[in-house]
C-alpha cells in the first residue's frame, strides 16, 4: 500500500464508520493533497450509493475567516443523506462540537457547465434556498490539509423552501437575520459572501477544475455564511430570516 492511498484509506474508513479525524497525518498534507482526498472519498461515498448532493464553499465572509484563523475559502461536498428541511430535529449528541452557518444554496442548471463570469452565474440557477449549514470541530482548521481532507468542517445542510432565482435578483443586498431560541443573534447582508454569493459559485467552479472535476445540472452549491459560526447544543432553536427569500429554522435536540 502507497503512502497516498494509505492516507485515503484512513480518511475514507473515517467518514465512513463515523471514527475520530485520522491526526497521524497531521501536518503532513498540503491544501491540494487534503482537497483531493476530500473528492476521493466522496466518490467513495457514491460508489457505496449514497450520492453527493453538491458542494459547500466555506470561509467565504471575513468575519469567519478571522474566526477560523484563515485567510482563503475552501470548499467540501454535500451528501444526499445528510440533508434536512426546515422544521427538522437535528441530534446534537450524534456530533462533535456542532455549529451553525447561515447560507444560501442554489440550485444550478445547465448553464453551469460553461458559465465563467459572474453574470454567467446569474443565467446558471434556477432555484435559491434559504439554508443552514451545520458543522462539526472534528480538527483544527488551522492545519489545512487534514481540514480540507475531512470535508472542511462540514456534515450537512438544512434547507428552506425554495424560491424561484430571478435574474435581476441582487444578492448582495439580501439580509440574513439569525436568531436563537428568543435572542437576536446578528444579521448581515449578502454583499459579505465574497462580495456575492454567487460569486462563491464562481471561485467553487474554477476550484474544481484544477482537480478535473465539474459544476453540473442539478447539484446545489452552499455560497457561505453570512455571519460567524453559532456553537449550539441541545434545547436551543435556530431561525434565520432572508429579505425577500424565506426562513429556515432548525431544532437541536439531543
Known amino acids: 500500500?502507497?503512502?497516498?492511498?494509505?492516507?485515503?484509506?484512513?480518511?475514507?474508513?473515517?467518514?465512513?464508520?463515523?471514527?475520530?479525524?485520522?491526526?497521524?497525518?497531521?501536518?503532513?498534507?498540503?491544501?491540494?493533497?487534503?482537497?483531493?482526498?476530500?473528492?476521493?472519498?466522496g466518490d467513495r461515498y457514491e460508489a457505496h450509493g449514497i450520492r453527493r448532493f453538491g458542494w459547500k464553499v466555506a470561509a467565504t465572509n471575513k468575519a469567519v475567516q478571522q474566526q477560523l484563523g484563515v485567510s482563503e475559502p475552501g470548499f467540501g461536498s454535500i451528501y444526499e443523506n445528510k440533508v434536512l428541511w426546515s422544521g427538522a430535529a437535528l441530534a446534537s449528541s450524534q456530533l462533535i462540537q456542532p455549529h451553525i452557518e447561515c447560507e444560501l444554496a442554489f440550485l444550478l442548471n445547465k448553464n453551469i457547465k460553461s458559465a465563467r463570469t459572474l453574470e454567467d452565474m446569474a443565467e446558471s440557477v434556477d432555484f435559491v434556498y434559504p439554508a443552514f449549514e451545520y458543522i462539526e470541530k472534528r480538527v483544527t482548521v488551522l492545519d489545512m490539509g487534514v481540514a480540507f481532507a475531512d470535508n472542511a468542517e462540514h456534515t450537512g445542510i438544512v434547507l428552506g423552501q425554495p424560491v424561484r432565482h430571478q435574474i435581476d435578483r441582487d444578492y448582495r443586498q439580501v439580509v440574513c437575520t439569525l436568531f436563537k431560541n428568543t435572542s437576536l443573534i446578528d444579521s448581515a447582508p449578502g454583499e459579505v459572501v465574497l462580495g456575492n454569493p454567487l460569486?462563491?459559485?464562481?471561485?467553487?467552479?474554477?476550484?474544481?477544475?484544477?482537480?478535473?472535476?465539474?459544476l453540473t445540472e442539478g447539484m446545489v452549491v452552499m455560497t457561505g455564511s453570512f455571519l460567524r459560526q453559532l456553537p449550539v447544543s441541545s434545547g436551543d432553536h435556530i431561525r434565520a430570516e432572508f429579505s425577500g427569500l424565506g426562513v429556515v429554522d432548525v431544532n437541536v435536540v439531543n
Not at 459559485?201 to 472535476?213: G, M, S, V
Open 1 to 41: 500500500m502507497t503512502e497516498k492511498h494509505e492516507v485515503l484509506e484512513s480518511f475514507w474508513r473515517s467518514a465512513w464508520e463515523r471514527t475520530p479525524t485520522p491526526m497521524q497525518w497531521a501536518g503532513q498534507l498540503s491544501v491540494d493533497e487534503g482537497s483531493l482526498i476530500q473528492i476521493q472519498v
Open 199 to 214: 460569486n462563491s459559485i464562481l471561485w467553487l467552479k474554477q476550484r474544481l477544475e484544477k482537480y478535473q472535476r465539474q
